[in-house]
Nanobody, 124 residues
Framework: QMQLVESGGGLVQPGGSLRVSCAAS????????MGWFRQAPGKEREFVAA????????YYADSVKGRFTISRDNAKNTVYLQMNSLKPEDTAVYYC?????????????????WGQGTQVTVSS
C-alpha cells in the first residue's frame, strides 16, 4: 500500500493561485499513475486531473482545464496540482490518489490508494 500525504491547502481569494502537493511513500512511486480529486460538501467526489507514471501525459476535467496544472517529480516522490484563477466553486477537499495503470482513469473507485485530503477554500 502506498501512503499519500497532501499539503498546501488553505484560504485564497477568487482569482488567486495555490499549489497543493502530495508526498508518496511505501511503494515505487514511478510505477503509479496519479490523480487529483475533490469533494465539496454535499457533493460526490469528482475527478480533477491525472498524470501518467512518467509525466508524459496529463488529463483534466473540463471545469479546470486551462487553469490547473498537474505535475510530478519522481525523484521526490511527489505530485503537484498548481491551481490558478481560482473560483469559489473550486472550494473543496482535494485528495490525491494512486493507481497501477499505464493510462490513468477518471473514476475514483479505480484508484488503489488515497491521501487524507487538504482543504482548499476560495472566498473573499
Amino acid at each position: 500500500q502506498m501512503q499519500l500525504v497532501e499539503s498546501g491547502g488553505g484560504l485564497v481569494q477568487p482569482g488567486g493561485s495555490l499549489r497543493v502537493s502530495c508526498a508518496a511513500s511505501g511503494r515505487t512511486f514511478s510505477g503509479y499513475a496519479m490523480g487529483w480529486f475533490r469533494q465539496a460538501p454535499g457533493k460526490e467526489r469528482e475527478f480533477v486531473a491525472a498524470i501518467t507514471w512518467n509525466g508524459s501525459r496529463t488529463y483534466y476535467a473540463d471545469s479546470v482545464k486551462g487553469r490547473f496544472t498537474i505535475s510530478r517529480d519522481n525523484a521526490k516522490n511527489t505530485v503537484y496540482l498548481q491551481m490558478n484563477s481560482l473560483k469559489p466553486e473550486d472550494t473543496a477537499v482535494y485528495y490525491c490518489a494512486a493507481e497501477q495503470r499505464i493510462i490513468p482513469t477518471t473514476t475514483p473507485h479505480e484508484y488503489d490508494d488515497w491521501g487524507q485530503g487538504t482543504q482548499v477554500t476560495v472566498s473573499s
